[in-house]
């Protein structure tokens, strides 16, 4: 029985899908280091890509992505002038093999077919593509059409995320993202017809004027497609970093109780569904290969969320992309103008980033089996048994209200986050993050 504990829902902690966290990124580190850490990988090494479509049609308010309008079209033609340019500077250091291809944003479905095409055509030509690679993409529905689903299915895209948020229009129209159901639901039947087998649905709990009513209809309306995923995202209101948030009225944001229920009930009904919890926001059905990672052990955890893609590396490419090595995390300049400047003129657009000490990799190895696993051992990571329990008796003053209220148990060199606590996880992770005692205000809320 899940139970709401005010004073730990309503905390600010990070989603750590890096670790360190971006809001330790300085610019101490640049594309000198990024170069260092491409040139390192081996040609036996797995890589995984993900280009960075920094534009939108339309903004939606709730949006925390580095995204604008494309108002002219020649925006467009002038980045994937630059992402080309890129893309060629970046396979021509870079060796190893791709596994993963992820186009996110921002909307790549914002780009025409021509343009996603040559995007496509310039990744097969600079970089090693396994047989087996999957090419991934999030999609805007208000703007996807039956040819564009045909030319993905023609380019090997065979996962597709569908950002649909909610399906209660009224909330939609708070948030700038009006999308009918039967608008999302004929895009998911024209990208199945078209041979894209894999679809993903993302959702959003903690949005302003949401009810259990109103997420107990849009996961029902959102069963009727048969998602093979399902992302179900708290709301991170920060107006003061996100400027276009301050679109949404504090007043009509529910509070941090209504958010927990709104989380448990997501969870319960697509339990209900046959998908299967995966880590503490994600689900999957059975047979998914997420699934499949989560009940083997081998669930990751990256900028894309949780994830199945095993690979040694990251790579970002395009504006504002995060770019993860085992000792180096980097980004990409985020103001497309300068992003520009730099690879046309035949540099890397790394503008920072943080090294990571070998004390970093091992703390975020904790985090990442903590989140995707809801249990570590330290020893078991490698860890030296005394360093596992000096870690764990330095965590443990960050840890004792958890164990206290029955959310975790913890031993000498470890712990397991309980059925209880499970809502609560990323409060668990932050007691192995060195970097922070408090998150302050710039992370999004515990649940």
Same mark, same amino acid.
């Given at each position: 029985?899940?139970? @709401?504990?005010?004073?730990?829902?309503?905390?600010?902690?990070?989603?750590?899908?890096?670790?360190?966290?971006?809001?330790?990124?300085?610019?101490?580190?640049? &594309?000198? $280091?990024?170069?260092?850490?491409?040139?390192?990988?081996?040609? =036996?090494?797995?890589?995984? %890509?993900?280009?960075?479509?920094?534009?939108?049609?339309?903004?939606?308010?709730?949006? !925390?992505?580095?995204?604008?309008?494309?108002?002219?079209?020649?925006?467009?033609?002038?980045?994937?002038?630059?992402?080309?340019?890129?893309?060629?500077?970046?396979?021509? /250091?870079?060796?190893?093999?791709?596994?993963?291809?992820? @186009?996110?944003?921002?909307?790549?479905?914002?780009?025409?077919?021509?343009?996603? $095409?040559?995007?496509? &055509?310039?990744? /097969?030509?600079?970089?090693?593509?396994?047989?087996?690679?999957?090419? &991934?993409?999030?999609?805007?529905?208000?703007?996807?059409?039956?040819? @564009?689903?045909?030319?993905?299915?023609?380019?090997?895209? =065979?996962?597709? =995320?569908?950002?649909?948020?909610?399906?209660?229009?009224?909330?939609?129209?708070?948030?700038?993202?009006?999308?009918?159901? /039967?608008?999302?639901?004929?895009?998911?039947?024209?990208?199945?017809?078209?041979?894209?087998?894999?679809?993903?649905?993302?959702? #959003?709990?903690g949005l302003p004027g949401q009810t259990l009513d109103t997420i107990a209809r849009t996961v029902r309306l959102a069963r009727d497609l048969a998602p093979d995923r399902v992302?179900?995202?708290?709301?991170?209101?920060?107006?003061? #970093?996100?400027?276009?948030?301050?679109?949404?009225?504090?007043?009509?944001?529910?509070?941090?109780?209504?958010?927990?229920?709104?989380?448990?009930?997501?969870?319960?009904?697509?339990?209900?569904e046959d998908l299967r919890p995966i880590g503490f926001d994600h689900y999957a059905r059975p047979g998914d290969k997420l699934a499949l990672a989560a009940a083997n052990g081998?669930?990751?955890?990256? @900028?894309?969320?949780?994830?199945?893609?095993?690979?040694?590396?990251?790579?970002?490419?395009?504006?504002?992309?995060?770019?993860?090595?085992?000792?180096?995390?980097t980004q990409t300049e985020k103001h497309v103008g300068r992003y520009r400047m730099k690879v046309q003129n035949g540099c890397p657009g790394t503008t920072r980033g943080i090294?990571? =000490?070998?004390?970093?990799?091992?703390?975020?190895?904790?985090?990442?089996?903590?989140?995707?696993? !809801?249990?570590?051992?330290?020893?078991? %990571?490698?860890?030296?048994?005394?360093?596992?329990?000096?870690? #764990?008796?330095?965590?443990?003053?960050?840890?004792?209200?958890?164990?206290?209220?029955?959310?975790?148990?913890?031993?000498?060199?470890?712990?397991?986050?309980?059925?209880?606590?499970?809502?609560?996880? /990323?409060?668990?992770?932050?007691?192995?993050?060195?970097?922070?005692?408090?998150?302050?205000?710039?992370?999004?809320?515990?649940?």
């Amino acid at each position: 029985m899940a139970v @709401f504990h005010a004073d730990l829902a309503g905390r600010s902690v990070p989603r750590y899908t890096s670790y360190p966290t971006a809001a330790e990124f300085t610019e101490t580190v640049g &594309a000198a $280091e990024h170069r260092a850490a491409l040139e390192a990988l081996r040609p =036996s090494d797995r890589i995984s %890509l993900y280009l960075h479509i920094p534009y939108c049609h339309e903004i939606c308010w709730y949006c !925390g992505c580095n995204t604008g309008p494309v108002g002219r079209a020649s925006r467009l033609d002038v980045y994937v002038e630059a992402l080309v340019a890129e893309i060629g500077i970046i396979a021509d /250091r870079t060796k190893g093999r791709v596994s993963h291809v992820h @186009f996110g944003g921002g909307s790549p479905n914002a780009l025409s077919l021509a343009q996603f $095409e040559r995007v496509v &055509a310039a990744i /097969r030509d600079g970089f090693q593509i396994l047989p087996d690679a999957e090419w &991934a993409a999030e999609l805007d529905p208000r703007h996807l059409d039956a040819d @564009f689903c045909r030319m993905l299915a023609a380019n090997g895209v =065979s996962r597709v =995320s569908l950002g649909a948020q909610t399906f209660d229009l009224g909330i939609q129209l708070k948030i700038n993202r009006l999308q009918p159901f /039967r608008m999302v639901a004929r895009c998911v039947e024209e990208l199945r017809h078209a041979g894209i087998a894999h679809i993903n649905l993302d959702l #959003m709990y903690g949005l302003p004027g949401q009810t259990l009513d109103t997420i107990a209809r849009t996961v029902r309306l959102a069963r009727d497609l048969a998602p093979d995923r399902v992302a179900m995202f708290g709301y991170a209101h920060l107006p003061r #970093m996100l400027p276009r948030q301050r679109m949404i009225e504090d007043s009509q944001l529910p509070d941090a109780e209504a958010r927990f229920w709104q989380s448990i009930l997501a969870r319960d009904l697509w339990l209900e569904e046959d998908l299967r919890p995966i880590g503490f926001d994600h689900y999957a059905r059975p047979g998914d290969k997420l699934a499949l990672a989560a009940a083997n052990g081998t669930l990751r955890r990256n @900028f894309q969320g949780f994830t199945d893609d095993d690979a040694d590396a990251v790579i970002g490419l395009g504006a504002s992309s995060i770019s993860l090595f085992p000792g180096l995390i980097t980004q990409t300049e985020k103001h497309v103008g300068r992003y520009r400047m730099k690879v046309q003129n035949g540099c890397p657009g790394t503008t920072r980033g943080i090294r990571r =000490s070998a004390d970093d990799q091992r703390r975020g190895a904790v985090i990442e089996r903590l989140l995707c696993d !809801g249990r570590v051992d330290l020893v078991d %990571l490698g860890w030296p048994p005394a360093a596992a329990a000096q870690a #764990m008796a330095d965590a443990a003053p960050q840890l004792a209200s958890m164990q206290e209220r029955g959310l975790i148990r913890r031993h000498d060199t470890g712990l397991a986050i309980l059925p209880d606590g499970e809502p609560y996880a /990323r409060l668990a992770a932050v007691a192995f993050d060195t970097f922070r005692t408090t998150a302050g205000d710039r992370f999004s809320k515990a649940v």
